[in-house]
């Protein structure tokens, strides 16, 4: 018989079932047994004091980088979890651009298996679409399925051929899982480096315009929209993209997407003296961009805050800024940036982030949890919102550091991470 837990007296925030009050929490192993006020525990029952803190539906990130199998010099998924759930993060959804892809059943069940070893962060494997990540054959969609994959993707590599995103987001649907793609067209971006911009004039690197990222978006809308299928944007960063994506779903698209911490609060101004860190793709935009990103998560047209965490080696974001790779981690730093930026500043409330962090990708990818529901999984973040902390990168969990927000001063951070009704971090 497992043992039981209880959290008392915490501000318990749940948006999809509309609580937000000072409650308590019984679960155990099998899931959530009740939120309410005054719980008689069992005597045998841990307690935890959640007085003056933060409870809600475990986190859930939909887009982490894990680099296993491959390139586990990176992050490794043992590591990536534990940075996870350092963050506040009860699940991830792992990302198949690795190497080997993610291409295959056996594959997806390495990552299943390992994450299911460590024990930490709920770990779902994503697959790809496409065959070695090369967009021209689809891979083994059921397969993968059926061995442990929530959702498919080439991310990284956008899908060009207009054919094949077709036949994922028509074959899909058999399996009821939805089509993540990365939106870019090869052939606007180019070699480009950073936003197409007056900064990127003034500092002399090639551009990624604004274009090359819309008409991705309105391909893939229509797509969808002719299909039926579930389509899943990622890491939107544009004005356009932003109201594209508002009027596909008025119209009844089945699509959800993403905004990345990085886009809701940096622009392409934090590229200034070549700094690799602020290297990404989608690359940082205009003010104006950031504003719509802000906007669209605050409105529900972007679904769901996810990271992209992407890590890389110190010695490749040493080098010269056109060869160092694109990508940022952001599984520590997440939860702390939204609460001092996003809701400290009011551009969402507490609820709306809950929301877009737990229920909304729970939601989209099919996933338990994003509640506190009787009979949900046990899956429980505890948030301390008055703590104060500054972002150290020496101290992260995870193997990288590549990130643009060392030395920020942050109010709000994850104290205890529960994941089937077991305390996998507690912050001391």
Partial sequence: MSRSMIIKGGR?????????GTYDVLLDETGIIEVAGGIDA??????????GLIVTPGLIDVHVHLREPGEEHKETIETGAHAAAAGGFTAICAMPNTDPPIDDPATVGFVKAQGERVGATRVYPVGAISVGLEGTQLAEVGEMVQAGAVAITDDGHPVMDSGLMRMALEYSQAFGIPVADHPEDLGLSGEGVM???????RLGLRGKPNASEDIHIVRDLLLAEFTGGRLHLQHISTTYGVEAIRQAKARGVRVTAEATPHHLLLTDEAVDGFRTDAKMNPPLRSAKDR??????????????????????HYDEKEQAFDDAPFGIVGLETSLGLILTHVVGKGIIDLPTMVDRMSRAPAEAFGLPGGSLTPGSVADVTIIDPAVEWTIDRELFCSKSRNQPFDAWELRGRARCTIVGGRIVFERN
């Fill in 195 to 201: 936003n197409e911009s007056l900064v990127s004039t």
């Fill in 42 to 51: 069992p005597e045998d029952a841990v307690e935890i004091d959640a007085s």
């Fill in 12 to 20: 318990v925030v749940d948006p999809g079932q509309g609580i937000d």
């Fill in 291 to 312: 504003a719509a990103v802000q906007e669209g998560l605050a409105d529900g047209t972007l679904d769901t805050i996810a990271t992209d965490h992407a890590p890389h």
